[in-house]
């Protein structure tokens, strides 16, 4: 008799035909009797399906589902769980990579049988050249969080859980709990693990075992609303934390804050065009004026200002300095004083750039 199918890696993609070839082979050279792999491609109008149709031919343990139309990313998420056959299913990402022991590491942690799994992630720049992260989720050991400590895993895991790549969850638990009420999210993982009754038996496991490929998110252009708003109100939704609880993972109104409104201006992630939209409706008085000066305050000179701040104070994180260099509104003057104040980090900043 075949061996039981204990893990279901399962990915949604779109439009990842120039990626998704170098996120398969970090999987499939790793791959085991027990595991599949599950692929939901949400209708990619791009060379997905040539792509996926070759790896299919080389490799039994893909199972490839084509959409006729695009549902949505959490639904497209929940689709390839429904298709999975394993005991667990990873939610992988479609243009990350897994560490070449991932999956040894996985099965091995789900021998202790929690609900849920949580893999630590490196970042990378856009050409996965070099670090910018070496641990997305600060913890250095491995940690179990058990009944009465939802509150503890909320606030210490919720910012890293953002990215749904480090989730493994147990099949039948996902399939338990309501999904629909969060399609449209983005972050469907999110909304089901933390929904009343919030999921109570967890193993946090500390070493990165996912790639992920930063600035390269499908949702980019969409980057004020989504972590200005989306984030933020499924974040404060959830009945079973307190307020203080939900502070510490993003702000119920981040969009208030001029010193981010001005940094997402100097990154070019706010204009008038998200203030029209999203801020002018909100806001009235002082607030309205300040709000609508930052989205007309010139952009590269923004930029400059920032890199400059960043440099004399150096108080910038890797990502914060990447995301000021990669953006539109980067100048040369801006990268002059990047370089000078970190020149042994510039390239790295660069590299990904190409």
Same mark, same amino acid.
């Given at each position: 008799?075949?061996?039981?199918?204990?893990?279901?890696?399962?990915?949604?993609?779109?439009? $990842? !035909?120039?990626?998704?070839?170098?996120?398969?082979?970090?999987?499939?050279?790793?791959?085991?009797?027990?595991?599949?792999?599950?692929?939901?491609?949400?209708?990619?109008?791009?060379?997905?399906?040539?792509?996926?149709?070759?790896?299919?031919?080389? *490799?039994?343990?893909?199972?490839?589902? %084509?959409?006729?139309?695009?549902? @949505?990313?959490?639904?497209?998420?929940?689709?390839?769980?429904?298709?999975?056959?394993?005991?667990?299913?990873?939610?992988?990402?479609?243009?990350?990579?897994?560490? =070449?022991?991932?999956?040894?590491?996985?099965?091995?942690?789900?021998?202790?049988? =929690?609900?849920?799994?949580?893999?630590?992630?490196?970042?990378?720049?856009?050409?996965?050249?070099?670090?910018?992260?070496?641990?997305?989720? =600060?913890?250095?050991?491995?940690?179990?969080?058990?009944? @009465?400590?939802?509150? +503890? &895993?909320?606030?210490?895991? @919720?910012?890293?859980?953002?990215?749904?790549? !480090?989730?493994?969850?147990?099949?039948?638990?996902?399939?338990? %709990?309501?999904? +629909?009420?969060?399609? !449209?999210?983005?972050?469907?993982?999110? /909304?089901?693990?933390?929904?009343?009754?919030?999921?109570?038996?967890? *193993?946090?496991?500390?070493?990165?075992?996912?790639?992920?490929?930063?600035?390269?998110?499908?949702?980019?252009?969409? /980057?004020?609303?989504?972590?200005?708003?989306?984030?933020?109100?499924?974040?404060?939704?959830?009945?079973?934390?307190?307020?203080?609880?939900?502070?510490?993972?993003?702000?119920?109104?981040?969009?208030?804050?001029?010193? $981010?409104?001005?940094?997402?201006?100097?990154?070019?992630?706010?204009?008038?065009?998200?203030?029209?939209?999203?801020?002018? =409706?909100?806001?009235? /008085?002082?607030?309205?004026?300040?709000?609508? &000066?930052?989205?007309? &305050?010139?952009?590269?000179? +923004?930029?400059?200002?920032?890199? @400059? *701040? &960043?440099?004399?104070?150096?108080?910038?994180?890797?990502?914060?300095? *990447?995301?000021?260099?990669?953006?539109?509104?980067?100048? !040369?003057?801006?990268?002059?004083?990047?370089?000078?104040?970190?020149?042994?980090?510039?390239?790295?900043?660069?590299?990904?750039? %190409?």
């Amino acid at each position: 008799m075949p061996e039981p199918i204990k893990l279901s890696i399962c990915l949604a993609t779109y439009n $990842r !035909g120039k990626f998704i070839g170098e996120t398969l082979d970090s999987i499939l050279g790793q791959m085991r009797p027990n595991v599949e792999l599950v692929v939901v491609d949400g209708a990619s109008p791009d060379n997905t399906a040539e792509v996926m149709a070759k790896y299919a031919l080389r *490799y039994p343990q893909i199972r490839y589902h %084509r959409e006729p139309e695009n549902s @949505g990313v959490d639904k497209d998420y929940d689709k390839a769980v429904g298709h999975a056959r394993g005991e667990y299913c990873w939610l992988m990402t479609d243009d990350d990579l897994l560490q =070449p022991h991932a999956i040894e590491r996985v099965l091995v942690a789900l021998e202790k049988t =929690p609900e849920l799994v949580v893999v630590n992630a490196e970042i990378r720049n856009a050409n996965l050249s070099g670090v910018l992260q070496s641990r997305r989720w =600060p913890i250095a050991e491995d940690r179990q969080y058990e009944a @009465g400590d939802s509150a +503890a &895993f909320f606030t210490e895991a @919720g910012d890293y859980l953002s990215f749904i790549g !480090g989730v493994i969850i147990n099949r039948k638990c996902w399939l338990a %709990r309501d999904r +629909a009420s969060y399609y !449209g999210t983005l972050f469907i993982h999110f /909304g089901v693990i933390f929904q009343h009754e919030p999921i109570s038996k967890v *193993y946090a496991i500390a070493e990165p075992l996912v790639v992920i490929r930063y600035g390269n998110a499908m949702w980019t252009s969409r /980057g004020f609303e989504i972590w200005m708003f989306k984030w933020p109100k499924l974040v404060w939704s959830f009945s079973d934390f307190s307020n203080e609880d939900k502070e510490k993972i993003c702000a119920l109104e981040p969009w208030r804050n001029l010193r $981010r409104l001005l940094f997402l201006r100097a990154t070019g992630a706010y204009s008038f065009t998200e203030f029209h939209t999203h801020i002018s =409706p909100r806001l009235s /008085g002082i607030s309205w004026l300040q709000a609508l &000066f930052i989205s007309h &305050f010139p952009a590269k000179l +923004a930029n400059i200002l920032y890199a @400059g *701040y &960043f440099a004399t104070t150096n108080r910038a994180d890797h990502m914060a300095w *990447y995301e000021l260099l990669r953006c539109s509104c980067a100048t !040369g003057l801006s990268r002059a004083i990047t370089k000078i104040a970190r020149r042994h980090e510039y390239d790295l900043w660069m590299l990904g750039q %190409r």
